[in-house]
C-alpha cells in the first residue's frame, strides 16, 4: 500500500526498523560487526538513533558509540534518545571527512547511507583510515 503524503523522515525510519524485514537485517548486521566489549563502534549515517542503544548494549559501558549524521534535525533526535547514556557521543558530520584521528574505531556500520553520499569511493577510503587494523565495517543497503 502506497502513501499519499510523504512520511515524517523519523517515524517512517522508525517504522522501517521495527518491521519483520527491518529487523532481520538489523540483527544480521550486528551479527556481522562481531562487537566486543570495550571497542569503539561508529555508526555512520545514524539517522535518529534508532540502532545506537543497541550498539551501547553490544559495546558495553567500557566501549563507546559514535553516531555521525549531516542532517541536524536527526542529530538533534538521536541525541534526545541517547541523554543518559554516557558512552554516546552523536555529532553533525559527512561520512566524507569525519572528525576523528586514523585508526581510531574498531567496528563501523552504515545503514542505507552510500547510496545517499556524493562520493561513495571517497567515503569508504575515509571509512578505512578511521578504521584500527584488524577493524570491520559492516554496511547495508536494504533499499
Known sequence: MFETAKPDQISYLDRLAASDL???YKQRMLDELE?????TVLDLGCGPGTDLGTLVEATT???????FDRDQAMVDAARART???PVVDVRLGDVHDLALPDQSADRARTDRVLQHVADPGLALAE?????????RLVMGEPD
Open 83 to 85: 541523554a543518559g547514556q
Open 35 to 39: 562487537i566486543c566489549a570495550g571497542q
Open 61 to 67: 559501558a567500557t566501549g563507546s558509540v559514535l553516531g
Open 127 to 135: 571509512i578505512r583510515r578511521v578504521l584500527r587494523p584488524g577493524g
Open 22 to 24: 527491518g529487523r532481520s
